[in-house]
């Protein structure tokens, strides 16, 4: 079993490598945007937690113009605009509608730093899904689509719960580049749906307790 694991991830690492991307996770955003066309061409993508950059190589080859939010530095890629910052910040959301007036799609591949204790790891996997959900319900637009890598664990449903509540289609799927002990899952959310426009507003006021300039 540890051999054929092995055999697995060297086959993503090698194909990554001979193919040009800096991640092997480059395939696991292709088989979802395989599975569910959640990129289109000409689409503006924010990409949280966007280190490496393997994800917006692949944003970029399906045509879509990526707003890339990390801590680390990341070597440019041609038409990828770069935000150095920190997903969990409230500032965060000013920046992005600062620089993209409107957003198609949100992304995260963003995983916590592992303690090796799986209750902690989960809960803060859930933390950091859950930001990046409340960044989407900010800055998309409605009908946009939303994709979030979270751990499986017993916070999961509730958290899928407040996925399926702002957008009118939500699925699990597990990529087959996903290395198979892994506990890593994707929700794809598609078509956002504010229920009104003061809730949203409210969120956008309100996000990680500080208050935000209005877009105009």
Known sequence: ???????????????????????RAAFKLLEIQ??????????VVVDLGAAPGGWLQVI????????????????PLPGITFIRGDLTS?????KIRNTAVSVDVVVSDAAPNLSGTWSLDHARSIELSARALEIAKCVLKPGGNFVVKVFQGDLLDTFVRDVTACFRFVKAFNP??????SAETYIIAKRYAPANA???????????????????
């Not at 809730?199 to 208050?211: F, P, V």
């Open 90 to 94: 409230p500032e965060i959301v000013t």
């Open 176 to 181: 087959q580049a996903s290395r198979k002990q």
């Open 198 to 216: 003061e809730a949203r507003q409210a969120i956008s006021d309100c996000i990680g307790g500080a208050k935000f300039k209005r877009s105009s």
């Open 34 to 43: 395989e599975q569910y066309r959640i990129i289109r061409r000409g689409d």
């Open 60 to 75: 970029s080859q399906l045509g879509g113009a990526a707003l890339a939010i990390d801590l680390q530095q990341i070597t």
């Open 1 to 23: 079993m540890k051999g054929l694991q092995k055999q697995r991830k060297d086959y993503y690492y090698r194909r990554a490598k001979s193919e040009g991307y800096r991640s």
